[in-house]
C-alpha cells in the first residue's frame, strides 16, 4: 500500500539524506522536498580524509549535486541554516534564523559530530578533528613538508589521513591505544597487515593511551599515559564520531545511543522516520542493534527511508561493505571477519582474508580486488557452500565458485 508522504523536511544534507531525497524523486514523489544542512552544500565525506591535498580538492568536486540539478529535481536546499526545533506532534521544523518550515514527513539525517577526548588541553588551538570540509579545508592550510602531525586514533578516518599527511611531506606519527587496530572490522590477520604499512611507508607507529595535549616549545606535545611525550606541530583526534540526537531527545522521539527506528526507519513519533549515522535500528526481537557508520550503509538508508515513507516494499538487507584508501591500495570488505568461524587466508602480494562458518562464507577482505569482494558478497547473500581449501587457493576464482552452485 503506497503512501502520499506530502511535505517532506529533511534535516542533514549528508549521504543519507541526500540519498533519500534523490530516491523520492526517483520513485516519484511529486510533494515538497525541503533539504535543511548547515553545512554550505550536500557532499560527499570520504574524500575529506583521502584528497584534501590533491591539488583539484574542491568543494564543488565532492558536492553531490549544484544548485541547478537541485533546482532540476525541484528539492529546496537550505543550506548554511541550522535546525533547532521539531516540532513531531505539529510537523514543523524551526530554523536557526526564524523559520518555520511544515511539514507531513520529517527525516532526521543529522548524521554525528567528531568525538573528542575529554582531557585536559583537549581544546587547544593546535588539536583539530576533521569531519566537514571547513575542518579539511583548515587542516590542508595548516600542513607544509616537513610539519609535524600527530594523529590520535588509528582506525579507519586516522589512517587514511595519516596516508594523506605523508604525501603532503608531513611527519606523521599514528597514536592508538590497542596494538593492532581494525581488528573488529577486517580481523587480526589484515588488520595486522594494514597496521605494519604504516612502518613500512615511514610512518612513526605508537600504541599508547592519550592522557594530555599540553603547549609545548614550539607547538603542543602529546602526554601518553606512561609520560612519554609526543612533539607535534599539529594534532588532529580521530576516534570516531557521536550521533547528533539532540533535535529528536528534544522533540521526545526515543533515544539510546541514536535515534531509534524500526525495520521501516519510523522513529517513536509519527510520520518522523531517522537514517545515516544518526540512527538505531531495533530489530523484530526488539534488541537495539550497534549504528552502521559506512558510506553504503548511509547511502542504503536514505533510499529504504525513502520507500519507507512512500510506503513502498522495503529493500532487503544485503551483507554490509566498506572500503578504504591508505598507501596507494584500495581496500575492500563485506560481511564479518570475527566471531564464530574458521579464518582462511589466501597468500598473494596482499592477503586476501575469508570467514568460513558452518560450510558457507560469512565475511571477505581483499586488497585491490574489487571483482573478488563482489562475487564473495553474493556467496554470503546467497549462502552458496564453500570449502576452506577452494578459498585458500589463488586458482580458484570466487566467481567461478558462484557459476558452479547456477
Known amino acids: 500500500m503506497t503512501r502520499d508522504a506530502g511535505r517532506v523536511v529533511i534535516v542533514g544534507g549528508g549521504l543519507a539524506g541526500y540519498s533519500a531525497a534523490d530516491t523520492l524523486r526517483a520513485l516519484g514523489h511529486s510533494?515538497?522536498?525541503?533539504?535543511v544542512?548547515?553545512?554550505?552544500a550536500a557532499y560527499d565525506r570520504p574524500p575529506l580524509s583521502k584528497d584534501?591535498?590533491?591539488?583539484?580538492?574542491?568543494?564543488?568536486?565532492?558536492?553531490f549535486a549544484d544548485a541547478a540539478a537541485l533546482a532540476a529535481k525541484a528539492i529546496d536546499a537550505r543550506f548554511g541554516r541550522a535546525a533547532v526545533a521539531?516540532?513531531?506532534?505539529?510537523?514543523?521544523?524551526?530554523?536557526?534564523d526564524g523559520d518555520v518550515i511544515p511539514a507531513d514527513t520529517i527525516l532526521l539525517a543529522t548524521g554525528g559530530r567528531p568525538r573528542t577526548l575529554p582531557i585536559p588541553g583537549g581544546d587547544l588551538p593546535q588539536v583539530r578533528v576533521l569531519r566537514t570540509f571547513a575542518d579539511a579545508v583548515a587542516l590542508r592550510e595548516s600542513v607544509t613538508a616537513g610539519t609535524r602531525v600527530a594523529v590520535v586514533g588509528a582506525g579507519l578516518i586516522g589512517a587514511e589521513l595519516a596516508s594523506a599527511l605523508q604525501t603532503a611531506g608531513a611527519e606523521v606519527t599514528l597514536i592508538d591505544p590497542v596494538e593492532t587496530p581494525l581488528v573488529p572490522a577486517v580481523g587480526e590477520h589484515m588488520a595486522g597487515h594494514l597496521h605494519g604499512m604504516h612502518t613500512a611507508k615511514g610512518?612513526?607507529?605508537?600504541?599508547?593511551?592519550?592522557?594530555?595535549?599540553?603547549?609545548?616549545?614550539d607547538g603542543v606535545d602529546v602526554v601518553l599515559d606512561g609520560g612519554r611525550r609526543i612533539a607535534a606541530d599539529l594534532v588532529v583526534v580521530g576516534i570516531g564520531i557521536v550521533p547528533n540526537t539532540e533535535l529528536a531527545e528534544a522533540a521526545g522521539i526515543d533515544v539510546d545511543g541514536g535515534v531509534i527506528v524500526d525495520a521501516r526507519h519510523r522513529t517513536s513519533a509519527d510520520g518522523v522516520y531517522a537514517a545515516g549515522d544518526v540512527c538505531r535500528r531495533r530489530d523484530d526481537e526488539g534488541a537495539l542493534l550497534r549504528r552502521a557508520e559506512h558510506w553504503e550503509s548511509a547511502q542504503l538508508d536514505g533510499q529504504r527511508a525513502a520507500r519507507d515513507m512512500l510506503g513502498q516494499e522495503p529493500i532487503s538487507d544485503g551483507a554490509a561493505w566498506f572500503w578504504s584508501d591508505r598507501h596507494g591500495i584500495h581496500l575492500e570488505a563485506t560481511g564479518r571477519l570475527t566471531g564464530a568461524g574458521q579464518v582462511v587466508i589466501r597468500p598473494g602480494d596482499h592477503p586476501t582474508v575469508f570467514l568460513v562458518d558452518d560450510g558457507a562464507l560469512v565475511g571477505a577482505a581483499a586488497i585491490d580486488d574489487t571483482m573478488t569482494i563482489r562475487a564473495a558478497r553474493r556467496l554470503i547473500d546467497q549462502?552458496?557452500?564453500?570449502?576452506?581449501?577452494?578459498?585458500?587457493?589463488p586458482s580458484v576464482g570466487l566467481r567461478g565458485l558462484l557459476r558452479a552452485a547456477r
Open 31 to 35: 510533494g515538497a522536498i525541503t533539504i
Open 37 to 40: 544542512d548547515p553545512e554550505p
Open 52 to 63: 584534501l591535498f590533491r591539488a583539484d580538492f574542491s568543494l564543488e568536486k565532492i558536492a
Open 86 to 96: 521539531v516540532d513531531a506532534q505539529a510537523r514543523t521544523v524551526t530554523l536557526d
Open 203 to 217: 610512518l612513526t607507529t605508537i600504541q599508547g593511551l592519550t592522557a594530555a595535549f599540553e603547549p609545548g616549545e
Open 383 to 393: 549462502r552458496i557452500p564453500v570449502t576452506a581449501a577452494e578459498l585458500a587457493d
